[in-house]
């Protein structure tokens, strides 16, 4: 398998995901939706990732990844580094918090910013692919 394949993979399994956030917002499983939106965006960072040939296996390095190898770089906007790192705090509150309430408005902020992130994802992936040594 190429690294190629690896990230048109990956890429496909955020999209997936993305529908899973979406169906869980419709299910008003809004800790849910929050979770799948979260992974929606890693995975696309991952994707993306795979051409750079760098992975993690915690969440906060292939953040770090991400930011070091694709946002400085200037291959995918700074703007959107924020949703994965707020997107990754949320869904730990989901997840793990005591006491936590996820709501409709939550969930619907980050199925949005995982829309924008994961669709900005795909136009990197293109363009990354089709460059000089891509």
Same mark, same amino acid.
């Given at each position: 398998?190429?690294?190629q394949?690896? @990230?048109?993979?990956?890429?496909?399994?955020a999209?997936?995901?993305?529908?899973?956030a979406?169906?869980?917002?419709?299910?008003?499983?809004?800790?849910? @939706?929050?979770?799948?939106?979260?992974? @929606?965006?890693?995975t696309? &960072?991952?994707?993306?990732?795979?051409?750079?040939?760098?992975?993690? #296996? !915690?969440h906060?390095?292939?953040?770090?990844?991400?930011?070091?190898?694709?946002?400085k #770089?200037?291959?995918?906007?700074?703007?959107?580094? !924020?949703f994965?790192?707020?997107? !990754?705090?949320?869904?730990?509150? @989901?997840?793990?918090?005591?006491?936590? !309430?996820?709501?409709?408005t939550?969930a619907?902020?980050?199925?949005?910013?995982?829309?924008?992130?994961?669709?900005?994802a795909?136009?990197a992936? &293109?363009?990354?692919?089709?460059?000089?040594g891509?």
């Open positions: 398998m190429t690294r394949n690896l @990230a048109e993979y990956r890429m496909e399994r999209k997936e995901i993305l529908v899973e979406k169906d869980s917002l419709e299910q008003s499983h809004f800790g849910l @939706a929050v979770n799948r939106s979260y992974y @929606a965006m890693f696309s &960072a991952r994707a993306l990732l795979a051409l750079e040939e760098v992975d993690s #296996s !915690k906060s390095g292939v953040i770090s990844l991400f930011n070091q190898h694709l946002v #770089s200037g291959l995918f906007p700074a703007g959107f580094s !924020k994965l790192r707020e997107a !990754k705090n949320i869904r730990e509150d @989901a997840d793990y918090g005591d006491f936590v !309430k996820i709501t409709r939550d619907e902020t980050q199925i949005d910013r995982a829309k924008e992130f994961v669709a900005e795909e136009r992936l &293109a363009r990354i692919i089709e460059s000089p891509g």
